[in-house]
């Protein structure tokens, strides 16, 4: 038997939480343990309530959600995190994917997307919703130093690290990955770990900004 996803709520807004409450811990295979109504909260509840995915707010009164990410994700082991909120602008989208989060979505997106940002982020998964994704890579503002930064880090990896990093920046999930360049999916994790360990990031994510960042025009 599956067990159920451990989700912990963060969000000012009582109503909110209370509403993503309802619809989310109803919902096959998730299951509401916390809920916290600022980022300053988090560890606490984290250690309590061991949560498999925050589901994080980004405005919040003392501690922010991209400053709590940021904490969360440097302690060992930490849960995903999804970003869900009403500010998208794409300065939030990337300080919230380089603090660590796994997923990014508006608070108008459909009940389905964010179940299914939920369950594709448990599964190891990053999922960004539609508008903020085209958005993204219709940002062509990176610097030259930044490319150049970005082109000696992914240099450190082996041509077949490489791979895995150049189709984790496409956005294929490890099953797509492992299809594409004949190995086990266990084989795409085992890669993507060293990935992660070479150059210092915390999840799949900032591999694929750190990749399009090495070649901003793809």
Do not use: C, W, Y
């Given at each position: 038997m599956t067990l159920p996803i451990r989700l912990m709520l963060v969000d000012d807004?009582?109503?909110?939480?209370?509403?993503?409450?309802?619809?989310?811990?109803?919902?096959?295979?998730?299951?509401?343990?916390?809920q916290v109504g600022d980022g300053a909260d988090?560890?606490?509840?984290?250690?309590q309530h061991h949560p498999d995915i925050v589901l994080m707010d980004l405005r919040m009164?003392?501690?922010?959600?991209?400053?709590?990410?940021?904490?969360l994700r440097a302690r060992p082991e930490p849960p995903e995190v999804v970003v869900l909120t009403t500010f998208d602008s794409d300065d939030n989208v990337l300080r919230a994917l380089r603090a660590g989060a796994s997923g990014f979505l508006v608070k108008d997106a459909p009940p389905a997307q964010i179940v299914e940002a939920i369950r594709r982020v448990a599964a190891g998964d990053p999922m960004l919703s539609p508008?903020?994704?085209?958005r993204l890579m219709d940002r062509a503002v990176t610097t030259s130093a930044a490319v150049q930064d970005a082109r000696a880090a992914l240099?450190?990896?082996s041509?077949?690290?490489?791979?895995?990093?150049?189709?984790?920046?496409?956005?294929?999930?490890n099953t797509e990955i492992a299809?594409?360049?004949f190995m086990s999916t266990a084989t795409v994790k085992a890669h993507i770990s060293r990935i992660l360990?070479?150059?210092?990031?915390?999840?799949?994510?900032?591999?694929?900004?750190?990749?399009?960042?090495?070649?901003?025009?793809?």
């Amino acid at each position: 038997m599956t067990l159920p996803i451990r989700l912990m709520l963060v969000d000012d807004d009582p109503l909110v939480r209370a509403g993503l409450a309802m619809m989310l811990d109803g919902t096959d295979g998730i299951g509401v343990v916390a809920q916290v109504g600022d980022g300053a909260d988090v560890p606490a509840a984290v250690d309590q309530h061991h949560p498999d995915i925050v589901l994080m707010d980004l405005r919040m009164p003392r501690v922010d959600g991209i400053r709590a990410t940021a904490r969360l994700r440097a302690r060992p082991e930490p849960p995903e995190v999804v970003v869900l909120t009403t500010f998208d602008s794409d300065d939030n989208v990337l300080r919230a994917l380089r603090a660590g989060a796994s997923g990014f979505l508006v608070k108008d997106a459909p009940p389905a997307q964010i179940v299914e940002a939920i369950r594709r982020v448990a599964a190891g998964d990053p999922m960004l919703s539609p508008q903020v994704m085209r958005r993204l890579m219709d940002r062509a503002v990176t610097t030259s130093a930044a490319v150049q930064d970005a082109r000696a880090a992914l240099d450190r990896l082996s041509p077949r690290e490489r791979e895995v990093a150049t189709d984790v920046g496409r956005g294929h999930s490890n099953t797509e990955i492992a299809a594409a360049l004949f190995m086990s999916t266990a084989t795409v994790k085992a890669h993507i770990s060293r990935i992660l360990a070479k150059l210092d990031l915390t999840n799949r994510t900032q591999v694929a900004l750190l990749v399009h960042e090495a070649d901003p025009s793809d």
